[in-house]
């Protein structure tokens, strides 16, 4: 999308209100040129003493506050209209971001930090809502005053309205130099902000071994050059709108000089009627309150225009093809088949080596996988492939005939679940936690189902220590619990929905061997007619398992059953001595 | 209009503000000087059209003309002299309140962390102190500068023509009922906006940060249901304020016309009857503007002011949250310097501790000694206690009972900055810096390349970082799953032999480290505790076994203390753990 087209697209969508507010702004504003004339008659009659001025004049006055009344209706309902746009913009717009933030592929979120997204639909949404509030309405109304006005004037006195232009002339260039240079200032003070955003994020977030590291003088002197280039370019800007912006403003008090210097030279030859005079001052503060806002509405426009480069950012990502509008679609995949895996390659952007390399395996319906690797050796990146997590070339993973790389995300998801090994919360009750995601693939949870995943991940003890039990909020990113509490809530969380493929990716680091296995084995009693990959560095979470691929450097450099692998494997049978050997006090 | 708090907030903020006095004296010196000009300005008018226009004297008009040029200019560089330097001073004090908050934020108790959303400091650093550099300087100085003006010209009108200044001051009551119930109006909306729109804002953020979580879920439709609703709500809060908005400013504009109607409508006899001059009215006419554009500003003013008042409060909440060291006696670092070279001892005798002050104990009793070079292992199930010993430590929270005695020092009387070259903790989580890998081993201390390699061979990390592309140069991204954790984990270990500390820490950090890699660093471990002081959380034997002293630990008690050795020969809870283990491997 281009920025025209978007201004255009979103322009479209509130047509019908722009078009109501145009016609009523048109109205007012003539209605408004309308007025100083009736002033001007009126004021030309009050050296007449004849009763008929009188009434003449009575006429005028009333036919001023005639159209006065008149226009507050109509600006009322004007200003409504043209502003409401930037509100219904501000919230499609929203929607339509966290829409695709929602669908757009890893290799996005990985470039664009999440706090600098947050920046933007929260500062750059401003800039486009009052482009299409403000701005428009500001916009029609300019049109229509600098348009009407100088003509009513002209019709008064041509020359003396061709005087009062220097004044105005002058000041515009001088107001657009000034404002070219304001533009770019806030571009960049934007930028500088969301610097300072970022990094201040990232100091909060490492709060604990900053204060633990006595960091702190390091972090105040990165804040202080990061601040110091804020505050520079804030007064910059200041500079800018107090001695340059105001020039307008003053151009059109310079005006009314002009207006009563030859206007008043005018009149003394009498080319002019003070009455005239009078209704020149008018027309010349109906001119200075849209030259005013000439000002603002070129930043409205300006700041809108940067404001839509950030969006278009988000927006002009692709969402693969394959994607879109694909949640209304029947899955194409089916139930109950094998996952395929054929000479998987993975290699990092950037990085110099395969993070997996010709990696193949058959994962037969309702049987068990197990992965066991140093770390490093790509068991984390097979499960973000295997998840999709990772974009993989097609050819090379199948759910029975279907390739990964040509399902939908969001259907390929739903066979297959992954627990990760770093599990992330919402600020919600653990139970909203577990049902989590669940509505979206049309499940009603109910609480006794709930229940059963929670005790099923030995959570249920735990809970009943909370006072409030499974309603308990867990605070930010699960703050409230502990690491193994958290991850045993997410493997609830996984449990809650039935699936086709669960993927535990080292989940319970956290837990100690006697917990770990107690969840597995209650686990796979449960969970009929899934399947199931466990990756662990723990020999005996493994041992129950179907298959077992010990990962070395991206390569399977050994395949087997827990008893075939202690025969074919030094590193297993290796880890597998050392874990014996490594009898571990319960529950520490 | 104005609360007592508010007043406080407002003192605060002076105090910022008084190191920039001098800026300050200008900018008020030019107020008077601009108030004067805004007031001759009209006056002038009235002579041009009294003495020239009106009695068509050509004579002296010239003079007039020049004196409103000259009028005009002082104005515009007073007003500018006044804006420009008081936003100076405005801006300068955020600084210093920004660099303010991030010293004092680096001072905040663990507790405030763990009762603080990082997004809500984050806010307070940022857009609540832009708010007070937007709304509050733009709209104290935009609301000071119009009253005074207002009063200023109401003051001359007065002086000039009172019976004319009463018509304009009968039309006052309506506009100020009018404002007022609109101004409360939105402030009722304000405060439901700003609320929703801080829990759709929250809401986002918290999607963004678990978008993976989100994605992988195939979550989409229902956190987007969720976000809809705040949206909508939000908007339909906001068309409401535009119809407030558009009625206030078009209803003041529409009083301005009528109020000139009633102007020449009075005026005419007055005119006639020679009370008013010709060039009183006209004048009164033009100035009106001046009057009702500045009441009709008010309310917003007032209302970006009210706005901004709330962003004081919250950081003002900054600003009186205590440090971690207030009212704390310490004992000065000069003082200590020479005690705390070295680790020597540590003692803790009959410690109690809790979390917040009307919660349960977490420390209940608990003493122990341990000597320069003496390993400790902390043994017990989750919830123990364990974890605390080693954060009362670190002191990241303080406020025990009983007494700990680090080289004979009472710990709570040892400032924090003077301990932590003492200690290196390593955790299960581990932080990372937007730094490269070089910083991130040797933070901000001045380490060479060659001294940070050999700190991450000493753990076996050397290897992969050589694999990175940019090897120890390669730039890491906090949150981002560049390395996997147990690579992280290395990473923090080799912090650890960086700093060089007597005494380490250990909670549970090598829990997400595969078996064999483990296995290495043990060993290297080991032979870095040689000459170190060791205080370890641990569920491995190996780990246990060669401690000098094992604490059991048992809901916030010593259940049991010893060697390996003379546990076993006590036969309880440690022997009871390890034979219950013994027993479930034999099975297998």
Known sequence: MTKREFVGHYFWLNRYSYLFAMVLILIVSWLQVEIPRHIQMAIDLLNESSPLAHTTLVGHVQWVIGFALLMTVLRILSRMYALNPGRITEAALKNDLFHRLNRLPTSFHQKFASGRLISIINNDLNGIRLFYGVGFLQLFNIVFALSLTPVWMYRISPVLTLYTAIPISIAFVIFFLGFRKMRVLHVQRLQRLQDL??????????????????????????????????????????????????????????????????????????????????????????????????????????????????????????????????????????????????????????????????????????????????????KSTLVNCLNHYLEVESGHIFWGDSDMATTPLSHWRKHIRTVTQDPYLFSDSISENVKFGASSRGFESDDSKIDKVLSLSQLGDDLSRFSQGKHTVVGEKGIMLSGGQKQRLSIARALLTPCDLLVFDNVLSAVDYETERQILSGMFERIQGQSVIVVSHRVSALEQMDEILVLKQGQIIARGTHTQLLATSDYYRQTWLLQQHETEVQSA | MLKSIDIQYLKHFLQFTSKYKSYTRIGLMMMPISIACNLAFPWLIIQVIDQHLSPKQFEGLPVIIFAMILVLVINYIADAFYSYYLRKTGNLSIFDMRMA????????????????????????????????????????????????????????????????????????????????????????????????????????????????????????????????????????????????????????????????????????????????????????????????????????????IQRSFAAFEHIEELFSQALEEDNRVLISSEELK???????????????????????????????????????????????????????????????????????????????????????????????????????????????????????????????????????????????????????????????????????????ATSSVDSVTEELIQNALSRLFKDKTVIAIAHRLSTIRHSDLILVMDKGRVSEQGKHAQLLALGGVYAGLLQEHKLEEAEQ
């Not at chain 1, 899955?331 to 395969?354: E, F, M």
């Not at chain 2, 959303?117 to 984050?122: D, S, W």
């Not at chain 2, 829990?199 to 994605?215: F, H, I, M, N, S």
């Open chain 1, 197 to 378: 955003s970022e990094q201040l994020m990232n100091d909060l977030s490492g709060i604990d071994v900053i204060k633990a590291q006595n960091m702190g003088e390091w972090v105040q002197q990165k804040t202080q050059t990061i601040n110091q280039r804020l505050l520079e370019t804030t007064l910059k800007i200041a500079k800018i709108q107090t001695f340059v912006i105001p020039v307008l403003d003053y151009a059109n008090h310079l005006m009314k000089v002009v207006i009563l210097g030859f206007g008043g030279y005018m009149l003394l030859r009498s080319e002019l009627s003070i009455g005239q005079i009078t209704a020149f001052l008018s027309y010349s503060v109906l001119l200075a309150l849209p030259l005013m806002h000439l000002g603002r509405i070129v930043t409205v426009f300006q700041m809108g225009m940067v404001s839509i480069d950030s969006v278009l950012s988000i927006l002009n990502q692709d969402i693969p093809s394959r994607d879109t509008d694909s949640e209304a679609k029947p899955s194409p995949l089916s139930k109950g088949a094998s996952l395929q895996v054929k000479n998987l390659n993975y290699r990092y952007a950037g990085a110099t080596i395969d993070a997996l390399s010709q990696v193949s395996f058959t994962l037969d319906f309702g049987k068990k996988l197990g992965i066991l690797g140093e770390i490093g050796s790509g």
């Open chain 2, 338 to 508: 020479t005690k705390l070279i070295d680790f020597q001892s540590l003692e803790f005798k009959e410690v109690r501790f809790r979390y917040k002050a009307d919660g349960p104990y977490v420390l209940n009793g608990i003493s122990f000694k341990l000597k320069q070079g003496e390993k400790l292992a902390l043994v017990g199930t989750t919830g123990s206690g364990k974890s605390t010993i080693i954060r009362l430590l670190t002191k990241s929270y303080l406020d025990y009972e009983g007494s700990i005695l680090l080289n004979g020092i009472e710990l709570s009387a040892i400032p924090k900055q003077s301990i932590s070259h003492l200690f290196s903790l390593m955790q299960q989580d581990v932080y990372l810096f937007d730094q490269d890998v070089q910083f991130n081993i040797a933070l901000d201390k001045p380490l060479s390349l060659e001294q940070v390699q050999e700190a991450a061979k000493y753990v076996y990390a050397h290897e992969f970082i050589q694999s990175l592309p940019n090897q120890y140069q390669h730039q890491l991204k906090s949150g981002s799953s560049q390395l996997s954790a147990g690579q992280t984990q290395l990473i923090s270990f080799a912090r650890a032999v960086a700093k060089g500390s007597p005494l380490l820490m250990l909670d549970e």
């Open chain 2, 101 to 304: 908050l991030v010293a004092r934020i680096l001072k905040f108790p663990r507790s405030y962390f763990d009762n603080t959303a990082t997004g809500i400091t984050l806010s307070r650093l940022t857009s609540d102190l832009e708010t007070i550099g937007e709304s509050f300087v733009l709209g104290i100085l935009g609301l000071v500068k119009d009253s005074l003006n207002t009063i200023a010209i109401l003051g001359l009108m007065f002086f000039i023509n009172w019976q004319l200044t009463l018509v304009v001051i009968l039309v006052f009551p309506p506009v100020l009922l009018l404002t007022r119930f609109v101004r409360n109006r939105l402030r009722a909306l304000y405060l439901m906006t700003r609320s929703t729109l801080a829990k759709g804002t929250g809401y986002l953020q918290e999607c963004l940060l678990g978008v993976k979580t989100v994605q992988l879920y195939a979550a989409q439709t229902e956190v987007e249901e969720k976000y809809h609703g705040f949206t909508e709500q939000f908007k339909q809060a906001q068309l409401k304020v535009n119809a407030y908005d558009a009625a206030l400013f078009s209803i003041i504009t529409g009083i301005t016309s009528i109020t000139i109607g009633l102007l020449i409508w009075y005026g005419s006899n007055e005119v006639l009857q020679g009370f008013v001059t010709l060039g009183v009215l006209i004048a009164f006419i033009n100035t009106l503007e001046k009057i009702f554009v500045p009441i009709r500003d008010f309310s917003s003013q007032i209302a970006s």
